[in-house]
């Protein structure tokens, strides 16, 4: 018997020990804990997204070292997450763990960055999160992990866990500050209301706004703080329907300043009149206050980053 030929030593190690199918597994099931065939509460839903955290406590301990060992690496030095932490489109965990892997990228950063670490959101999580969405959402139809078909069909699931699945993919698209991921966000929104309009014979109320959602750049900071709905008997479609609203309504902010002004501040960037004026007309929201703004300001023109952890830790 010949020699066995010799194996190169992976470049990713720690990585490929932290993302593995039990994280994104665990990450899926904790953000959805819902039988996939049964009713869900959706009240419950939009207050555990956006009134509570119920979700951070429950995956903090394995996501972090994940997390850490990410940021260690330039963005050009990254290997393709999708590409070798995910099964095969074949698999039939592969629907679960591409949104595990999104979870990780995009929601889990929101959660838990706090102060100069949530430079780290916007603008390096964000873009890795926002090219696994691209790869993801490339796939044909019959191949696609936010599919209504291949949920139905493959894992039994109802429209009711679809809609929450369909939402943790979407919103992605909407954080981009790239006017070509709005254009897709606004097409993938339209796709989840056409099908939940077929499926429940419901059309969606927010139609007859839909000039308003698409031009009005005061209207997304507006209807976060109003909140999801709430209360009893709150619908999928009810859901989804504001959700998609929600998203839609990022556009035009991009459409007319070409990022949002609110992020200025942890990216480490200088406002311009328009948007110093827009950021006061709305409150100041979601910006990052002065003591961070100065200390991301001195990374920048000192071309670093503060590690990882500085102030969540």
Known sequence: MGEMPP???SPWPDLDSLLSPTLFTHLTTSRLPYPKQAPINFSNFGRDIFLADPF????KESAWPALLAISRYPLDKLPDLHERYLPAPSDHNYLE???GLLLLLDNLPRLLFKGIDARWTSAFFDYIAQTVVHSLI???EERRPDSWDIWRDRLG???DYWVAVRFWLGVVLVHSE??????LGVVYTEETRK??????????PWGKKREVVLSDVTMFPQEYRLGPPQGEGVTKEEWAFWAGMLMDCHKPIIDRF???????AIMGRASTEEEEEYIERIGHFAEAGEAVRARVRHDVDGGRWTPLGEDSL
């Open 56 to 59: 951070s406590a429950l995956v």
């Open 7 to 9: 194996t190169t030593p």
């Open 195 to 204: 099908v939940v309009e077929r499926e429940s014979g419901i059309s969606d």
């Open 258 to 264: 070409g990022r949002y002004p609110w992020l200025n």
């Open 138 to 140: 490339g796939l044909p």
């Open 178 to 183: 790239r006017q070509r991921d709005q254009k």
């Open 157 to 159: 699931a109802g429209l």
């Open 97 to 99: 763990q591409c949104l």
